[in-house]
């Protein structure tokens, strides 16, 4: 136990190296982690690792999907349902029936619950590769809402699929017309369990005397009790996960009232999910030999060969859809025409943004061993995980390279009217520095006039309103792009400022001119302000 500790932290310290290789060098790091995981397969006397599938899909999906949920913007996302819901639903179940019938034709002893068990798993794009890819670069919000929107929805049509072809595997039988009734039932139940369960725990953060550790102890808890409480009434306890993260991500402004609440929350589910797709690879790497062993009648140069085929239908089969689905609804509706068009540009980057990821390999890894308790092993589990991780590292390395290059070279602009990041950034700062003057005028206008530090305060914030107007100001004149050098050339001299801030109170620490306790408060205040001037940097 003690040695296969050791073995997995050093291998998942091992991949942090290769991630801080892969942001140095600006490549995505889930490239580097599926090159990892193929990687550790290949170390000399490496010690086999065995998974027990049933851990495996408890501890990573639901907190995998829950953190998905949480950062989905509702009222984007109700937006654009249209054509996430035709990405999420309508892509899933036509890749799985393809892949199904597909896989058939293509893998001998291969049968139609296994082709669609093999869809479901490989189906839904992942949403933490396409944001790391396309991190920085010039991508329309609107195509972001919609690959973020998709790998959060599909992730559960997805994996419903998987159930549904999984206990068709299992009992060796399957009616569609059962299949479809069973498929609403499970996920509309699996929604209600969710928002049910989201409005307990809504009520423990908003009216239980919580801490900042308490809440985000609950946040990492909540994922798993709703997974589990909708299971136990065989529901869709992803649909409840998904469900239930959307509520209390809606709902967040009003259970996590203080900024130490949000910041530690950040920290710790930054933290969480990072791990967690690091120590997938790192697992699947591990059992990589024995799944190679357990191939049997097939060859790897056959499952490489499978998989390099299904890869490639899964690709040609997203742009299949992509291009129609972008444009077929416009032809329709004059409503939807009254949309900016996305052109052939949109469904491109949308279309070759379909990279599979960690969720298609942990539930690959979840396929029960056993068909039953006699024993009987599970038809072809090891080449269908094979297959998987195939199209994941071909997915991952081919389109995760070459998208940002295509994003580059066809100059795509944003397809709808916003204004820039910096111009509402500071609107909504213009807008809370008012309501603060108005505050303080209309309840604490005693103060003001009574107490010094009130009255610097009134002073201090309208000084930073007239410099905010000012800046608004001049973003709408033709020197925009000016004021923007200017403000990143601001935000150096900040960041340098900070810098010599922070050694000095390293200074007094080491000279114990204050206590630990104040020169900690000092450092989280320039922790506040390096991160203010990192996001709106990004």
């Known amino acids: 136990m003690h040695h296969n500790l050791l073995l997995i932290l050093g291998l998942l310290f091992s991949v942090f190296l290769l991630v801080m290789v892969a942001q140095r060098i600006k490549i995505a790091y889930p490239i580097f982690l599926v090159l990892a995981g193929l990687g550790i397969s290949f170390i000399p006397g490496i010690p086999r690792m065995h998974l027990d599938p049933d851990v495996i899909f408890l501890i990573f999906l639901p907190p995998l999907l829950y953190e998905a949920a949480w ?16 990405l999420a639903f309508g892509l899933v179940f036509f890749t799985s ?3 199904a019938y597909s896989s058939v034709a293509l893998i001998p002893g291969f049968t139609l619950a296994l082709g669609f068990l093999l869809g479901g798993i490989i189906s839904p794009p992942d949403a933490v590769a396409a944001a790391t890819v396309m991190k920085g670069l010039p991508v329309p919000k609107r195509l972001m809402t919609i690959l973020e929107g998709e790998s959060l929805v599909n992730d559960a049509s997805s994996l419903i699929v998987f159930r549904f072809a999984l206990a068709a595997v299992m009992t060796g039988s399957f009616s569609m017309e059962e299949a479809t009734g069973q498929f609403f039932l499970v996920a509309g139940m699996g929604i209600v369990v969710g928002l049910a369960g989201a409005h307990i725990m809504y009520a423990v953060h908003r009216f239980l005397p919580t801490t900042p550790a308490i809440d985000a102890a609950l946040t990492i808890m909540t994922p798993y009790i709703l997974f589990l409480a909708a299971e136990q009434f065989h529901f869709s306890g992803v649909m409840a996960v998904v469900s ?15 900024g130490s609440t949000r910041m530690n929350m950040l920290g710790v589910w930054t933290t969480l999910i990072f791990v967690m797709n690091a120590l997938v690879f790192v697992l699947i790497g591990l059992a990589l030999p024995d799944i190679v062993d357990g191939l049997g009648n097939y060859s790897i140069a ?15 089969l997203r742009f299949l859809w992509v291009f129609p ?8 509706s004059a409503t939807i025409r009254k949309e900016g068009s996305p052109g052939w540009k949109g469904p491109l980057v949308t279309g070759w943004a379909g990279m599979r990821g960690v969720v298609s390999l942990a539930t690959a890894l979840s396929i029960p061993e056993l068909m039953n308790e006699n024993g009987v092993p599970f038809p072809l589990r090891s080449l269908i995980i094979f297959i998987t991780f195939v199209v994941i590292f071909i997915t991952l390395v081919v389109q995760g390279l070459t998208l940002p290059f295509i994003i580059k070279w066809i100059k795509i602009g944003e397809i709808d009217q916003y204004a820039s990041e910096h111009e509402q950034r500071t609107g909504i700062q213009l807008r809370l520095n008012r309501v603060a003057l108005k505050r303080l005028n209309e309840k604490f206008s005693a103060e003001v006039a009574a107490n010094e530090l009130v009255g610097l305060l009134v002073k201090d914030l309208q ?11 001049s973003l709408e004149y ?16 900040l960041l340098d400022i900070y810098a010599q801030q922070r050694k000095e109170l390293f200074a007094m620490r080491q000279n114990k001119l204050f206590t630990d306790e104040e020169i900690r408060k000092a450092e989280l205040q320039l922790d506040i302000n390096e991160l203010r001037i990192a996001d709106a940097g990004h």
Do not use: M
């Open 71 to 86: 950062y989905t913007s509702w009222n984007e996302f109700w937006k654009w349902k249209r054509p996430i819901a035709l």
């Open 97 to 99: 029936t393809v892949v």
């Open 244 to 258: 239930g993260g959307l509520f209390i991500s809606y709902r967040s402004h009003e259970v996590f009232q203080t």
């Open 302 to 316: 056959d499952g490489i060969k499978y998989g390099l085929i299904i890869s490639a239908i899964t690709i040609v």
């Open 325 to 332: 689905a972008s444009h077929v609804p416009r032809w329709l």
């Open 463 to 473: 000084h930073q309103t007239d410099v905010i107007q000012q800046r608004l100001d």
């Open 478 to 493: 033709d020197g925009a792009e000016k004021e923007e050098e200017r403000i990143e050339h601001y935000n150096h001299v």
